[in-house]
Nanobody, 124 residues
């Protein structure tokens, strides 16, 4: 079982930046894809970004493309989500997810382990 601990959430003004981190343990980190999802109040969980095992392939939701960047540091067993140009509609609880395979995916069912989530709130 993979353990995931997110950090870095908070309250920022629109247009600002945040970097989320997710520390993983429990299995060889470098062999698997990682992802970020989010859930806003009253809405379903949605895909945000994913990265494959090597970092050579990344996927983004259209709503965050060009503003968010996912990356990984295998030496630190950590995946990051750099968020810039934040908008009010980015307000949500952000969840880190560990993939079940090396290949990146945008589908929640391809991620078998999830963190507790970190709150991101954007003020206008």
């Amino acid at each position: 079982q993979v353990q995931l601990v997110e950090s870095g959430g908070g309250l920022v003004q629109a247009g600002g930046s945040l970097r989320l981190s997710c520390a993983a343990s429990g299995r060889p980190f470098s062999l698997y894809a990682m992802g970020w999802f989010r859930q806003a109040p009253g809405k379903e969980r949605e895909f945000v970004a994913a990265i494959n095992f090597s970092g050579s392939t990344t996927y983004y939701a259209e709503s965050v493309k060009g503003r968010f960047t996912i990356s990984r540091d295998d030496a630190a067993n950590t995946v990051f989500l750099q968020m810039s140009g934040l908008k009010f509609e980015d307000t949500a609880v952000y969840y880190c997810a560990a993939g079940d395979r090396a290949r990146a995916s945008t589908a929640a069912e391809d991620f078998g382990s999830w963190g507790q989530g970190t709150q991101v709130a954007i003020s206008t």
